[in-house]
């Protein structure tokens, strides 16, 4: 029997991990997709504060309560202020006064702003809230500076007797947008199929010349590095999204194996020995190609010049000591600066490979940037090189993930630790910037699960996705962080915003700038589909995305037998999936009918997918993308989610080859479609 005393103090501890809880971020409850209310345990809370690095004894539990609750009020200034002001908060006593300010560039990423200093009497400061901390009264001031260009920048801060450091990121209110109207096509790189070769950067040469002609633009899978012996076939689970992957480069072609499916394994270590074959002769020849490679290592921005030696090093040892850093020796698992240095003189030479190869990558990239919409994924693996290089940043022994939801009833497992909150702000958010500005290289980029800025759903170790728990992130600064780097490198970002959300979120990230993403599939009023005329205009729209069934696999129901064959759905979930989808088809045909799209309810698939198209194009949308395994009528999705092994993800090659395909009746059919809805110019 629990007496009243222990009650009190069982209750007293709950109260506190609760308080730390929402003082780190950890959200006390969301609304499920099916509208209920999940209150998330005190166990969930426990547990993800320990995988934050917390002790909850509860003496450890009271001082980080109280750091939390006197941030920043203590540290004078914050780590780092993303604004889109020209002031920020400092945090002192009452007694001090003059203070000097000094403003310069963080040359590292390629800010070269004039530097700016201040001296001044913070009696002349705004006192915006004076608070009793630790037994003395500090003043939050606001301080005022002369605009400066958008940028990076570091801030010092002088007095008589203290000196602090921090950054601050100068931000536009919004992104780089054109203000055009454009149609693409997606595009697998492992599906493409032409000239006897496995699929690579020659077919999509080729592709862009056609789609460029048309006033098109190509969608790609993320390009981040992974080895495929090592990390498997997935684009989304990255060794790091810094880097990409040369499984694709247009040098050293490897010939056709498969007609049907792309085996990784085989054309990996195919390209790779062809590669080394070239490096050797390049290296020996110190040739004008030698010359062109050491050039780029040179223009790179200074932060991601160290990225590349390391991140090449890191592959170097992969090869030596395993796929997984965590089984390393000690002497490797850690990187410290001198250990990294040292082993990069000693075995420059094999290093260098892995840097030449992020030079052929880009160079091919770099061909068709003009025309080119790349994906930037979610998360790295746990074995991968963004979190050896950044172990204090990450929570490894839980996952991101997804709560249970109608498509996936037993809720989702990413693979990727998720990255404390906290910890990023107090890195000035370094490596989310560099991920942003090796990405953006091109005309579009894709931020996937971009809901995922707002908040992120956290599954400890050995927990089932329903006891999860979403964390919040510092959504303001990232989002300003992203205007930034799209302004600088005047590239447009389509925000994929899928999902359970909150209707707040989305509206941020268009009031932003950044385009929603729209799927024909799941735009409903109600029960019945919208009009096209419903549709916004900053945003893209198409039939499908990778992770959902093509037109004909919906229309047939292929993924519903799939999830009943792999056991994510079972035998009521299956036939409650068959009479949603029979709905749905219902609906879709509706809608048809009442845009005269169609003249009956004739289940021709061809002509559906073609009205579907008009239908498509007739919204305001600025960007619509279409799936050349829509337009080829094919039944198979690309990545059935919920699935490793079980299904063929990522690995399924288009029947016919490219320029086949650019030469079909149905792409000239598209093209009739957006000529006629002013899509395209005649």
Not at 29 to 57: A, D, R
Not at 99 to 128: H, M, Q, V, W
Not at 312 to 338: A, I, M, N, V, Y
């Amino acid at each position: 029997m629990t007496t009243m005393q222990e009650s009190f103090i069982l209750k007293n501890y709950n109260q506190l991990i609760c308080r730390l809880s929402d003082l780190v971020g950890i959200i006390p409850s969301y609304i499920n997709c099916f509208g209920q209310k999940i209150e998330i345990p005190l166990e969930t809370k426990v547990k993800i504060l320990n995988l934050m690095g917390f002790n909850t004894e509860k003496e450890e539990l009271k001082k980080n309560i109280e750091y939390f609750e006197t941030y920043p009020w203590l540290n004078v200034l914050e780590p780092v202020y993303v604004t889109e002001e020209s002031s920020i908060f400092i945090y002192l006593s009452e007694y001090e006064d003059n203070f000097k300010i000094d403003i310069y560039p963080f040359e590292e990423l390629s800010t070269t702003a004039e530097s700016l200093s201040i001296r001044g009497s913070l009696k002349n400061c705004l006192k915006i809230e004076k608070k009793l901390v630790k037994n003395r009264y500090l003043i939050k001031y606001k301080l005022i500076f002369p605009k400066l260009p958008i940028g990076y920048y570091k801030l010092r801060l002088q007095l008589k007797n203290l000196q602090k450091e921090c950054f601050l990121i100068i931000c536009p209110k919004r992104c780089f947008t054109k203000k055009i109207r454009k149609w693409g096509v997606h595009l697998n790189l492992w599906s493409l199929r032409g000239f006897e070769r496995e699929g690579d950067f020659s077919h999509l040469l080729k592709a862009a010349k056609w789609i460029k002609n048309h006033d098109g633009f190509i969608s790609i899978n993320p390009l981040h590095f992974r080895n495929p012996l090592f990390d498997g076939a997935s684009p989304y689970s990255a060794t790091s999204r810094i880097f990409n992957i040369p499984l694709f480069v247009s040098t050293c072609p490897v010939t056709e194996k498969n007609q049907a499916f792309f085996e990784y394994d085989y054309v990996w270590q195919q390209k790779m020995k062809l590669l080394k074959s070239k490096f050797e002769e390049c290296i020996k020849k110190k040739n004008k190609e030698w010359k062109r490679f050491l050039k780029y290592k040179e223009t790179l921005p200074l932060v991601l010049q160290k990225e590349l030696k390391y991140f090449s090093l890191f592959c170097f040892l992969r090869e030596k000591l395993g796929p997984d850093w965590r089984t390393w020796h000690k002497d490797f698992r850690f990187p410290e600066e001198e250990k990294l240095e040292k082993i990069y003189e000693e075995n420059r030479k094999e290093i260098l490979f892995y840097e030449y190869l992020q030079w052929l990558t880009n160079k091919d990239i770099k061909k068709v940037s003009s025309l080119l919409c790349i994906d930037i994924s979610f998360g790295s693996t746990k074995s991968s090189y963004d979190v050896w290089i950044n172990q204090n940043l990450y929570a490894l022994d839980a996952e991101y993930g997804a709560p249970p939801d109608e498509f996936n009833p037993k809720g989702q497992k990413w693979g990727f630790p998720p990255i404390i909150p906290f910890e990023l702000k107090n890195r000035g958010y370094l490596p989310f910037i560099k991920i942003l500005r090796a990405n953006m290289t091109t005309e579009i980029v894709r931020v996937d699960h971009a809901l995922g800025l707002f908040r992120a759903f956290w599954i400890p170790d050995n927990f089932l996705p329903c006891q999860g728990a979403y964390v919040k992130q510092p959504w303001q600064d990232l989002l300003k962080i992203l205007c930034l780097e799209s302004k600088v490198n005047k590239t447009e970002v389509i925000a994929e915003d899928l999902g359970t959300s909150e209707d707040w979120m989305k509206e941020e990230l268009t009031k932003r700038g950044m385009y929603s993403w729209k799927v024909f599939y799941f735009e409903k009023e109600g029960e019945s589909m919208k009009s096209y005329r419903a549709y916004p205009k900053n945003a893209l729209c198409s039939i499908t995305t990778h992770d959902l069934p093509t037109l004909k696999g919906f229309w047939i129901g292929k993924d519903i037998e799939l999830k009943k064959r792999f056991s994510i759905f079972d035998e009521n979930q299956t036939e409650k999936a068959f009479k949603e989808r029979q709905r749905q088809k219902e609906n879709i045909i509706k809608v048809l009918k009442e845009e005269n799209l169609i003249l009956s309810e004739e289940e021709n698939l061809e002509e559906l997918l073609f009205a579907i198209i008009k239908f498509l194009s007739l919204t305001k949308c600025r960007y619509i993308l279409f799936y050349l395994e829509d337009l080829l009528l094919l039944e198979d999705q690309q990545n059935l989610p919920g699935t490793t092994t079980e299904y063929p993800n990522w690995q399924i090659k288009l029947p016919v080859e490219i320029e086949e395909i650019l030469r079909s009746g149905p792409f000239k059919r598209l093209i009739f479609i957006l000529k006629e809805t002013a899509r395209l110019r005649n």
